[in-house]
């Protein structure tokens, strides 16, 4: 954009209500002047309704960095909002120190008052965000540094106004009102880990606190739940609050503040927030498709930068993997749940930026080290119990045979090994194997109870069971990873020890049945309804989903899986059948045993990780042209461009890397598999720019709503008759060209 419509520009985006005789009035602006660039197309309201469970948030923060905001409401369907925080912690995991304003008299009452807001008086981008609240007529405006943040709050004439602090956690707490216009504060996150704040106010006001019930005009209070403000003289009519937050210590929270933000003003925060966020989404360039295509595609792009985030603090970071503070001239990140991002989101990141990955695999080889246990789910208080699998080894697999070296290989091989070894399997649970992981060491899969039979090892967790049949299959997947990793690191006795353990799954394939089925710990098959039994979310046996969904989950060996199901034929017509398969009940009925499994198409669940790769399934068989039809059906029925445009719990990153993928034409069905499996790109040309100055190109001739299927492909110039090219091709700057038509060709990419 020119320097002369900047201006202009960042009055829209930065200054979207203008105070005209002495009244705020909104200034409301429907379209984005000139060419649309990539970050005009980002509209982090997509999703903001969820299906049943979790929506998306209108996240504010620089790409993968400390401080999050989002206001506090419970979706956008929501028309208030309690407060606004000075940091989201963690994905839904909780925040910490919130602010409101307030106008009039003020009383204990306003703490918990919620504030209406319009709608259409939002504006809501990656780096900035602002709202008009209704009754107390305040605009709120938020922009964010790396770990430091800027409120602007612009009041009504003739009332007295304040501002509001409390607290999001149960534990210990603290404010501080000092000289010169700061606040000092410290929250205590997640019962042990101490947040501190240092901010500065631009005006001067009469701080107090609250004490037992009742306004004070002390300057400090500590304890739990505690309550602070500031009010202002009537006649101000504007104040900036910028602050900045550490895990380390009250005097890093205030350096952070004077080196990052003390000397700058809120529109050039917000200035430098966007051009960061047009770096990152600049990276990647699309034409063609629908201006709606555009819009979901990089408003997905935009939510893969959500976590991991950089908790280091001037080359040292709060670790909570042992409760210490560490010297580390790398950046140490946390806030990441493999089991939703090994899939999509970490290997999108191995094309688009390496380097940070490895900088995040380092930090997950710290983490061993600091631990004992290489995590699966790191968040800031360390490896978070969630969910099952060890699908960090996955990852760590795909890293090193894509050529990430600068991580410490041998030493996270080692975590590797000894969670495989020595670590329960246990969903939800950390710590030291079981009788149950016994069974799966000298069985070969982990044992299930019967319908109503009462729970045996009293480490289970009571909500989430054992899963016995999703955590046989994805521990068949995680040793398959370390066998490999064995195998290319020249341990040829831990390779042959642990590669039959990859062949694990086969053990409840029942043929009969023709599903994954549970058994009991003495080998004897469990006759269960695939689509339903389980209780909550099928949690006895598999996890969020049915058997359907986990008749799938054989990425690692998908020849194995198609062997068992009597060849490409027959797994061809299981696939048809998946898509078609009735539930047999109510929709009603059914999610109110599976909540996660939305998206539905038949029996497939868009809604739900382990659905991503299945589509791109039918490129193993004899039509190839199915995939090419399903991926682009389900990018258009269920990834709208508004706020329902989300089919299930997107979890930070997990589900936007699939439609990231996808939306480009190719996906890794196999992470630890080098290699890329080919959809039907939506867009007629798309660039990504590699950290190497190369650049790999996907060119799709007449591509558009209709034309989808593949005719003919070339990579490079020459003739490509198979649906598959290697991550090698894509980072020597390849060039991948399709010929696409409204109808199929039903003999490309036929292997």
């Known amino acids: 954009m020119k320097k002369t419509n900047w201006k202009l520009y960042s009055l829209l985006l930065l200054t979207p209500f203008v105070c005209l005789s002495g009244r705020a009035h909104a200034a409301v602006y429907d379209t984005i002047p000139g060419t649309k660039q990539p970050i005009d197309l980002i509209d982090p309201t997509i999703g903001n309704v969820g299906q049943l469970l979790e929506p998306t948030r209108p996240t504010v923060q620089l790409p993968n960095q400390l401080i999050r905001f989002t206001p506090q409401r419970k979706d956008f369907m929501d028309d208030q909002i309690s407060d606004f925080p000075l940091n989201v912690v963690s994905h839904r995991l909780g925040q910490v120190f919130s602010v409101k304003p307030a106008t009039g008299a003020l009383s204990e009452k306003d703490w918990q008052t919620r504030m209406a807001y319009d709608h259409n008086l939002e504006t809501n981008r990656p780096w900035y965000y602002s709202t008009w609240l209704l009754e107390e007529e305040v605009n709120v405006e938020f922009t964010a540094g790396k770990k430091t943040g800027y409120y602007r709050f612009r009041f009504p004439n003739g009332k007295e106004k304040s501002l509001l602090f409390g607290t999001y956690n149960d534990g210990e707490a603290a404010y501080s009102f000092l000289p010169n216009n700061v606040i000092t504060g410290m929250e205590t996150y997640n019962d042990y880990v101490k947040v501190y704040l240092y901010g500065v106010f631009s005006e001067a006001g009469t701080p107090g606190v609250v004490e037992q019930g009742q306004l004070s005009n002390h300057k400090n209070i500590a304890g739990k739940g505690i309550k602070a403000f500031i009010s202002f003289p009537a006649t101000t009519k504007e104040v900036t609050f910028k602050y900045a937050i550490s895990y380390i210590s009250p005097e890093q929270a205030k350096k952070s503040y004077e080196e990052e933000i003390s000397k700058k003003d809120f529109d050039a925060v917000a200035a430098n927030g966007k051009k960061a966020w047009a770096d990152v989404m600049n990276q990647v360039k699309v034409k063609g498709g629908t201006t709606a295509q555009q819009r979901s595609f990089y408003t997905a792009l935009y939510r893969c930068y959500e976590r991991a985030v950089d908790i280091t603090e001037d080359g040292q970071y709060y670790s ?18 493999t089991w939703d991002t090994y899939l999509a989101l970490h290997p999108l990141r191995m094309i688009l930026n390496p380097a940070r990955e490895e900088d995040m695999l380092q930090s997950f080889v710290h983490m061993y080290e600091q631990s004992g246990w290489l995590p699966t789910f790191p968040v800031l208080f360390g490896d978070h119990a969630c969910m099952n699998g060890f699908h960090s080894s996955v990852v760590m697999l795909d890293a090193h045979r894509k050529g990430l070296k600068n991580f410490d290989i041998e030493k996270a091989y080692e975590g590797m090994r000894k969670n495989a070894t020595e670590a329960t399997m246990l969903p939800w649970r950390n710590g030291p194997k079981t009788a149950l992981d016994d069974v799966y060491h000298n069985k070969g899969y982990f044992p299930a109870l019967r319908i109503g039979e009462k729970e045996t090892e009293p480490v289970v967790h009571p909500f989430e069971k054992r899963q016995a049949v999703a955590v046989t299959l994805g521990g068949s997947y995680d040793d398959w990873a370390l066998s490999e990793l064995a195998g290319d690191l020249n341990k040829k006795d831990d390779q042959r020890l642990f590669a039959p353990r ?29 689509k339903y039994d389980g209780g909550i979310g099928g949690r006895d046996f598999y996890d969020e989903n049915n058997g359907w969904t986990y008749l799938w989950q054989v990425q690692q060996d998908i020849p194995g899986l198609i062997s068992l199901m009597g060849g490409k034929d027959a797994f061809e017509k299981r696939l048809d059948q998946l898509f078609r398969e009735p539930l047999d009940m109510s929709r009603y009925a059914f999610w109110s045993k599976f909540p996660d499994a939305t998206g539905l198409v038949g029996q497939y669940s868009m809604g739900n990780e382990p659905s991503f790769h299945i589509p791109y399934l039918y490129n193993y068989t004899g039509a190839p042209w199915k995939t090419q039809q399903r991926i682009r059906f389900l990018l258009d029925t269920w990834f709208k461009d508004n706020i329902f445009g989300i089919p299930g719990d997107e979890d930070g990153g997990g589900m936007s890397a699939f439609v990231v993928f996808s939306s480009m034409g190719f996906y890794p069905v196999t992470p630890g598999i080098p290699e890329y499996t080919i959809g039907s790109p939506v867009f007629e040309n798309v660039s990504i720019a590699l950290p190497d100055k190369k650049q790999f190109t996907v060119i799709a001739h007449n591509s558009s709503v209709v034309n989808k299927y593949i005719q003919q492909a070339k990579f490079n110039g020459k003739p490509l008759n198979k649906p598959t090219f290697t991550h090698q091709q894509l980072t020597d700057g390849g060039t991948l060209e399709l010929f696409m038509g409204p109808k199929p060709n039903k003999s490309w990419g036929v292997q």
């Not at 560490?326 to 140490?332: C, L, T, V």
């Not at 049945?513 to 098959?525: H, I, M, T, V």
């Open 320 to 337: 909570g993997y042992d409760k210490q503070i560490h010297k580390d001239n790398r950046p140490f990140y946390v806030d990441d749940w």
């Open 502 to 530: 990859a062949k694990n799954y086969k053990n409840l394939w029942n043929a009969d049945k023709q599903f994954f089925l549970p058994k009991d710990g003495n080998g004897e098959w469990i006759d269960i309804n695939v």
